[in-house]
């Protein structure tokens, strides 16, 4: 079973050791606020109040171990680089560090490190859907890549995925559909499902393919 150590319990981290543990991992929260720690005592397989810029503390406390540590220390961008050191120290392999600016980010990438950004992140995703009446939630996958959640194009209704071969003649692949009428899911749905009106996919691809196949909704619709 993997472990993982979450350093700072404020929302983010706390957001994240949740999720963890109800994703059946064991999970190693450390805050120097004894308050934050007791209230999370139970809900994760160990809460320690501790200095986590210290290696011998990490270590004493089965850092060392994890297969992955977040660091979640708020706008405390000392405090993270010095944990950083700590958990390299410890030779934790893969760090996670949530940042509250573009110069925290600045000052961690030469670290080597993998940089969350959720206010910028949560900001371009909201601005794109809102750019688009035809997106409804926007997830990048690097710079040109990524899934979004559409509604079907009219010519799509009353064709199966194989007929409109999707991956060869747009560039993207549909990996779900959810029925808006009967609540239901049809994940990874197979080349004979035909599309309804009452659907919603969630495709996967180049976002200027998905934007040009979108641009192309838009017009019809219009017409």
Do not use: C
Request: charged share 25%; aromatic share 6%.
């Amino acid at each position: 079973m993997k472990r993982f150590a979450v350093i700072g319990l404020g929302a983010f981290g706390s957001w994240v050791a949740r999720a963890l543990t109800r994703s059946g991992f064991d999970v190693i929260s450390i805050d120097m606020d004894g308050d934050r720690v007791d209230r999370f005592a139970h809900e994760v397989a160990r809460a320690v109040v501790a200095d986590a810029t210290d290696p011998l503390v990490l270590r004493k406390n089965g850092v060392a171990e994890v297969d992955a540590a977040v660091v979640s220390t708020g706008d405390d961008l000392a405090a993270s680089i010095l944990t950083v050191l700590a958990l390299k120290e410890a030779h934790v392999a893969r760090i996670v560090v949530k940042v509250p600016s573009p110069e925290a980010v600045r000052a961690l990438e030469r670290f080597d490190v993998e940089i969350v950004f959720p206010d910028k992140e949560a900001a371009e995703r909201l601005a794109y859907t809102l750019a688009s009446s035809s997106v409804l939630e926007y997830i990048p996958l690097g710079k040109t890549h990524s899934i979004q959640e559409i509604g079907v194009p009219y010519n799509w209704i009353g064709r199966s995925l194989r007929d409109l071969a999707l991956p060869t003649n747009e560039g993207i692949q549909v990996v779900a559909l959810y029925d808006a009428l009967n609540g239901t899911w049809d994940a990874v749905p197979s080349a004979d499902r035909v599309i309804t009106d009452s659907d919603v996919a969630i495709v996967a691809g180049g976002t200027a393919r998905i934007e040009q196949l979108l641009r192309r909704k838009v017009k019809a619709d219009e017409e």
